[in-house]
Structures are given as structure tokens and as C-alpha cells.
T-cell receptor, first 115, second 114 residues
């Protein structure tokens, strides 16, 4: 069975600064996908960034980038130039690249961006 | 793309009552998922539909829970004889046929059991 661990329940960062959220996972699969989702207060979960395990290059989306270390089973999210709108719960998710493609989520990290 | 729609947004009911939630996925998405999210936890998988077929159910889905997706369009999740432990956010998500595409989530239905 796969597991996802987010060891930082809460974090804060000053506006315009950079913050890194940690995620580790455990799996015996070789083909899979990893995701970071953002869940603002009382709003729906939206995709931040996706990484295919077969790609060595780290994914980037504007101010968001990941550090994917497959051997270490680590998938951290870096947010550059943090903005007040980045305040949210951030969930790391694992998806096996076969079967039902269901997600296994971590427990989340609550990020607060301070003005 | 109107997004995934869930109804109601919030449901308050007494213990022992039955409740039903509805999810309307993005129209061209044939894959539909239900998750449950309790306070301080990440969402946990409940069940999966591909078109109208329910292909996987989590052990979290006790016999008081039933889900349907008639005609492969909207889906309903019913909880019979609700218990305090059923209080949670119920999330619906959908994705297109390739499966490897990211899931799109609805706003969720928050269930509160009195």
C-alpha cells in the first residue's frame, strides 16, 4: 500500500519570500504521478503542480516548482515570491499510473503568508 | 467547463437520519471519485466510477453507504442511519478518460451530525 507523509502541519512565510513544503511517500510502484493541490479556506481544491515519476526534470509552474527525488521518495514544493493569496492548505497526493487512478493524500500543510 | 458541482454545500441532520448528496462532474469526464475529508486530515478515497460502473469501493464505505451513477452522468452518495463519526466533508472529483489526467474537485458537501 502507498502512503504519503507531510511532516509540517503548519508553516508561515513573509510576503515575497520563498517557502518549501515537504512531502515524502512510500511505494513499490515504478510508474506513478505526484501532485500538489491547494485548498483555500472554504473553497475547492485546485491543482498546483504535477510530476510524472518517469520524468527526471522537475516540474515548474510560474512561482511554483518541485524538487522530485525519486530514489529518496521525496517531493517538495517550493513557492517563490509568496503572495497573500497563497494562504491555504496544501496537500501532496500520490497516484498509481494504472488501475483506478485514485489519489492517496497526505495530511496537509497549512501555509500562512504574512503581510 | 463549468467545473464539478456538488449539492448541498452544507447538510445538518440528526443522528439516525438518512442523507443524500449529489455530484455533477465535468460533462466530458467519465471518471468520478468520492473522497471523505475529516478535520485535520487529507481526503480519503471512498469509491470510484468509470461511466456508470462502480469499480472500486474503499473499506471505509460501510454497508450504510451507497453510491450510484446512473447513466454515467451525475452521482449520488447516500448515508443511511447517520452516526456522529460520519461528520466530514464529502468531496467529489472527476477526470477524463485517460485516467492519468489530474482530478478536478468540487466544493464539497459538509455533513454535520447533531
Amino acid at each position: 500500500a502507498q502512503t504519503v507523509t507531510q511532516s509540517q502541519p503548519e508553516m508561515s512565510v513573509q510576503e515575497a519570500e520563498t517557502v518549501t513544503l515537504s512531502c515524502t511517500y512510500d511505494t513499490s510502484e515504478n510508474n506513478y504521478y505526484l501532485f500538489w493541490y491547494k485548498q483555500p479556506p472554504s473553497r475547492q481544491m485546485i491543482l498546483v503542480i504535477r510530476q510524472e515519476a518517469y520524468k527526471q526534470q522537475n516540474a515548474t509552474e510560474n512561482r511554483f516548482s518541485v524538487n522530485f527525488q525519486k530514489a529518496a521518495k521525496s517531493f517538495s514544493l517550493k513557492i517563490s515570491d509568496s503572495q497573500l493569496g497563497d494562504t491555504a492548505m496544501y496537500f501532496c497526493a500520490f497516484m498509481k499510473a494504472s488501475g483506478t487512478y485514485k489519489y492517496i493524500f497526505g495530511t496537509g500543510t497549512r501555509l500562512k503568508v504574512l503581510a | 467547463d463549468t467545473g464539478v458541482s456538488q449539492d448541498p454545500r452544507h447538510k445538518i441532520t440528526k443522528r439516525g437520519q438518512n442523507v443524500t448528496f449529489r455530484c455533477d462532474p465535468i460533462s466530458e469526464h467519465n471518471r468520478l471519485y468520492w473522497y471523505r475529508q475529516t478535520l485535520g486530515q487529507g481526503p480519503e478515497f471512498l469509491t470510484y466510477f468509470q461511466n456508470e460502473a462502480q469499480l472500486e469501493k474503499s473499506r471505509l464505505l460501510s454497508d450504510r453507504f451507497s453510491a450510484e451513477r446512473p447513466k454515467g452522468s451525475f452521482s449520488t452518495l447516500e448515508i443511511q442511519r447517520t452516526e456522529q463519526g460520519d461528520s466530514a466533508m464529502y468531496l467529489c472529483a472527476s477526470s477524463p478518460g485517460q485516467g492519468r489526467q489530474p482530478q478536478h474537485f468540487g466544493d464539497g458537501t459538509r455533513l454535520s451530525i447533531l
